[in-house]
C-alpha cells in the first residue's frame, strides 16, 4: 500500500513564501520522476513544476523564477518552495510521483497525493 502524505500548504499574504512537502510512504522499490500540480476553483489541473531523479527541474511559465522543486531521494520526497506568491497562486496543490513497486515491471505506477490548500490573501 503505496500513498503519498502532503503538507505545507496554508494562508499567506501576497510576496509571502511557503514550502510545500511530499512523502511516498509504504513499500516500493524506488520513485522515479516528481511532479507539483495545482487546480483553482473552476479551472482544469495544470503542471507546476517537474523534477526527475536526476536533478533536471523544469516549470510552468507561471512558476519561473518563483518556485523551486527540489527532492530528497533517501526520505522519497519532492518539495516545492514558493516565493513571491500572489493571488492567482490560490489553488489545491497536489504532488505526483512516479514510482516503481518492483524492480522489474513494464513501467512505473503514478500516484496523486491528497491535495493541500494554498491560499494568498490580505
Known amino acids: 500500500q503505496v500513498h503519498l502524505v502532503e503538507s505545507g500548504g496554508g494562508l499567506v499574504q501576497p510576496g509571502g513564501s511557503l514550502r510545500l512537502s511530499c512523502e511516498a510512504v509504504?513499500?516500493?522499490?524506488?520513485?522515479?520522476?516528481m511532479a507539483w500540480f495545482r487546480q483553482a476553483p473552476g479551472n482544469q489541473r495544470e503542471l507546476v513544476a517537474t523534477?526527475?531523479?536526476?536533478?533536471?527541474?523544469s516549470y510552468a511559465n507561471s512558476a519561473k523564477g518563483r518556485f523551486t522543486i527540489s527532492s530528497d531521494l533517501a526520505k522519497n520526497t519532492v518539495y516545492l518552495q514558493m516565493g513571491s506568491l500572489k493571488p492567482e497562486d490560490t489553488a489545491v496543490y497536489y504532488c505526483n510521483i512516479d514510482i516503481w513497486l518492483r524492480e522489474i515491471q513494464d513501467g512505473p505506477d503514478g500516484y496523486w497525493g491528497q491535495g493541500t490548500q494554498v491560499t494568498v490573501s490580505s
Open positions: 509504504g513499500t516500493f522499490f524506488t520513485i522515479d520522476t
Open positions: 523534477i526527475t531523479t536526476d536533478g533536471e527541474a
